[in-house]
């Protein structure tokens, strides 16, 4: 056996630091991905906007500011063109497949000859053998390069967000991403766990067995893990991941994780005013939001809920019916008291409903359904289903 001190293999001697919890951490300069600065996506030159006009060709303008019209860059093409012995007036989508990557790209290490104009001017050319940039890195360097704001916003325009090719979305940089939590198989890195959904993420913590000094080290933060999960779940959040952008969440959503972290705070005498917490979410899951506003309840606070759905007013200790309307047209107290005694209530457009005396009825003929194919969401990412018209 040969044993090293340092973190290192004895194979081909790459070396990294010792682990520490910044290394963790996309917020840190110590942890967060270099090529994509810990954010997961960079804003690169797309393909699809640079090349505006695939049907036109590249005399005619099929990618914009290297037409006829920039004499410097179409000539760059036409050097391009004869090498690979292309007509620059046949349309961009019918050109090869080589032939395209290579003006996007670039030539890599194949040089071409370009004709430039001589310094000394006269119509010369100066005949000069080099790789071609390409014009994707073209743009890139000049958009990194350049000082004019005018030239920056109009190549700003070409570019949109995608997935960070070196890390691929974990926001990590690489010694970080192969440290794994776990023994065998179900070892998973810090950037697996996130993308796990909160349900899957509690089994996780739940089934994790460490042993020895590892076990002694990580217990409590284990159980607090699993505690913040389990929260997280009461209140009907499993299928959200814990890599989910909060700008992406909905308002319920929101509050939800508010109330989540709420509860594993511990705090009491605190009152807690929420706004249709219900909302979205399946009825299934009713029951654990009403579950944990009871908690809320029992360890010492109060819990005042604006709400519309039936599980949760039938729930409540104590019910308060505005009315008669909404907005301008309500505003008056009709009828308060438990949820039996509203139903009881001669005033109470609520409990009639309770009562079963009015109830909502769907409409007699449905309209026609409507297929959604390929739809993106944050959860599930692709779907296919259908939706009825409105």
Same mark, same amino acid.
């Given at each position: 056996?040969?044993?090293?001190? %340092?973190?290192?293999?004895?194979?081909?001697?790459?070396?990294?630091?010792?682990?520490?919890?910044?290394?963790?951490?996309?917020?840190?300069?110590?942890?967060?991905?270099?090529?994509?600065?810990?954010?997961?996506?960079?804003?690169?030159?797309?393909?699809?906007?640079?090349?505006?006009?695939?049907?036109?060709?590249?005399?005619?303008?099929?990618?914009?500011?290297?037409?006829?019209?920039?004499?410097?860059?179409?000539?760059?093409?036409?050097?391009?063109?004869?090498?690979?012995?292309?007509?620059?007036? *046949?349309?961009?989508?019918?050109?090869?497949?080589?032939?395209?990557?290579?003006?996007?790209?670039?030539?890599?290490?194949?040089?071409?000859?370009?004709?430039?104009?001589?310094?000394?001017?006269?119509?010369?050319?100066?005949?000069?053998?080099?790789?071609?940039?390409?014009?994707?890195?073209?743009?890139?360097?000049?958009?990194?390069?350049?000082?004019?704001?005018?030239?920056?916003?109009?190549?700003?325009?070409?570019?949109?967000?995608?997935?960070? *090719?070196?890390?691929?979305?974990?926001?990590?940089?690489?010694?970080?991403?192969?440290?794994?939590?776990?023994?065998? *198989?179900?070892?998973?890195?810090?950037?697996?766990?996130?993308?796990?959904?909160?349900?899957?993420?509690?089994?996780?913590?739940?089934?994790?067995?460490?042993?020895?000094?590892?076990?002694?080290?990580?217990?409590?933060?284990?159980?607090?893990?699993?505690?913040?999960?389990?929260?997280?779940?009461?209140?009907?959040?499993?299928?959200?991941?814990?890599?989910?952008?909060?700008?992406?969440?909905?308002?319920?959503?929101?509050?939800?994780?508010?109330?989540?972290?709420?509860?594993?705070?511990?705090?009491?005498?605190?009152?807690?005013?929420?706004?249709?917490?219900?909302?979205?979410?399946?009825?299934?899951?009713?029951?654990?939001?009403?579950?944990?506003?009871?908690?809320?309840?029992?360890?010492?606070?109060?819990?005042?809920?604006?709400?519309?759905?039936?599980?949760?007013?039938?729930?409540?200790?104590?019910?308060?019916?505005?009315?008669?309307?909404?907005?301008?047209?309500?505003?008056?107290?009709?009828?308060?008291?438990? +949820?039996?005694?509203?139903?009881?209530? +001669?005033?109470?457009?609520?409990?009639?409903?309770?009562?079963?005396?009015?109830?909502?009825?769907?409409?007699?003929?449905? %309209?026609?359904?409507? +297929?959604?194919?390929?739809?993106?969401?944050?959860?599930?990412?692709?779907?296919?289903?259908?939706?009825?018209? *409105?």
């Amino acid at each position: 056996h040969l044993f090293n001190a %340092r973190f290192a293999c004895p194979l081909c001697s790459y070396t990294i630091a010792e682990l520490e919890p910044r290394l963790f951490s996309f917020n840190s300069p110590q942890g967060a991905c270099p090529s994509c600065d810990g954010l997961g996506h960079q804003e690169v030159f797309d393909p699809a906007r640079v090349v505006a006009f695939p049907s036109l060709s590249l005399a005619s303008g099929a990618i914009k500011g290297w037409d006829r019209r920039n004499a410097y860059y179409f000539g760059l093409l036409e050097g391009v063109a004869k090498h690979y012995g292309i007509d620059l007036e *046949t349309p961009f989508e019918d050109l090869p497949t080589n032939v395209r990557q290579v003006i996007l790209q670039g030539s890599g290490e194949e040089a071409i000859k370009f004709n430039y104009p001589s310094p000394g001017g006269g119509g010369r050319k100066l005949s000069r053998k080099h790789p071609f940039e390409g014009i994707l890195p073209n743009m890139t360097r000049r958009y990194r390069e350049t000082d004019s704001v005018m030239v920056r916003e109009e190549l700003a325009r070409l570019r949109s967000t995608q997935q960070c *090719t070196d890390c691929g979305g974990a926001r990590l940089r690489r010694e970080a991403r192969h440290v794994r939590l776990g023994e065998g *198989t179900s070892a998973l890195g810090l950037h697996e766990i996130s993308q796990l959904t909160l349900r899957e993420g509690w089994d996780y913590f739940k089934a994790l067995r460490l042993q020895g000094a590892k076990a002694d080290i990580a217990a409590r933060v284990v159980q607090e893990v699993s505690a913040r999960l389990k929260f997280l779940n009461d209140v009907g959040l499993n299928y959200l991941t814990l890599a989910r952008s909060a700008d992406t969440l909905s308002g319920g959503e929101a509050q939800r994780i508010r109330l989540a972290s709420q509860i594993g705070s511990g705090l009491t005498g605190v009152m807690y005013v929420l706004d249709e917490p219900s909302i979205g979410l399946h009825q299934r899951d009713n029951e654990r939001l009403v579950g944990t506003l009871r908690h809320l309840r029992d360890i010492g606070n109060s819990v005042i809920v604006v709400e519309h759905d039936e599980d949760m007013i039938r729930a409540a200790d104590h019910c308060i019916d505005m009315g008669p309307g909404a907005g301008v047209h309500g505003g008056r107290v009709l009828a308060q008291g438990t +949820p039996q005694q509203l139903e009881q209530h +001669p005033d109470s457009l609520t409990g009639q409903y309770l009562a079963g005396l009015k109830v909502i009825t769907g409409p007699a003929q449905r %309209r026609a359904w409507r +297929p959604l194919e390929g739809a993106h969401a944050p959860s599930p990412n692709v779907f296919t289903s259908r939706a009825g018209q *409105t």
